[in-house]
């Protein structure tokens, strides 16, 4: 976490200024849960479920019953390019199936629009499960044929651009996507930190 922070301040300085103010550093938990944690706001009923990993190795959604309304995080984008640098590409898709199953009538994404009613809510669903596949297949050809990164990040980028290149954050996503999908298609299954030092090597390397 700590190297991860120092990485994003390094990147986006202004986000952070006077960090130094902050007297704890990173908050830590003072409870955890596993699979499903239930609270009760009044009468609202609020599920924290895990679903499986995707955009990250602990996602997290919050689920209201009663309303059928899913606060999904990151796990779901809605025209705005998904950041998968710290991602799992081979379960994501599966963990979108099980927020499927939950049949939300509405849908919260991390990014975007909320969704209303089913029909919008599978689109959300389908379009992100779309871009990771599509990420997925083509960096997992790449890697497959011995080629480098920085050859399949730009095939990835070509193939991908005409579909999804109007999204939000494209450009800015892409490497971290193609990097870390890389990495899973090759020889980490789990994520890398995210140090400055990395962090600058591909940048040089993809984009020079």
């Not at 019953?65 to 640098?85: C, K, Q, W």
């Not at 779309?130 to 080629?147: E, L, P």
């Not at 999804?164 to 892409?174: K, R, T």
């Amino acid at each position: 976490g700590e190297a991860d922070k120092a990485s994003e301040i390094g990147r986006f300085p202004r986000l952070f200024r006077d960090v130094e103010t902050v007297p704890a550093g990173l908050t830590w938990p003072t409870m955890t849960f596993q699979g499903r944690m239930t609270l009760w706001l009044g009468k609202l009923e609020v599920q924290l479920l895990q679903l499986g990993r995707g955009h990250t190795k602990g996602d997290t959604v919050v689920w209201l019953p009663g309303e059928r309304t899913l606060l999904s995080g990151d796990l779901v984008e809605f025209d705005a390019t998904p950041y998968a640098g710290d991602a799992y590409f081979q379960d994501w898709p599966q963990t979108l199936d099980n927020v499927a199953a939950l049949k939300p009538l509405a849908l919260v994404p991390g990014r975007g629009p909320a969704l209303k009613g089913e029909a919008q809510v599978q689109k959300g669903l389908q379009v992100t499960r779309d871009f990771i596949r599509d990420v997925w297949t083509h960096v997992k050809a790449g890697a497959d044929a011995g080629k480098e990164l920085g050859a399949v990040y730009k095939e990835t980028y070509a193939a991908l651009k005409p579909k999804y290149g109007n999204w939000v954050i494209f450009d800015h996503c892409m490497p971290f996507d193609v990097t870390r999908c890389y990495d899973e298609a090759t020889k980490y299954r789990d994520p890398r930190v995210w140090t400055a030092e990395r962090d600058r090597q591909m940048w040089e390397t993809l984009e020079g």
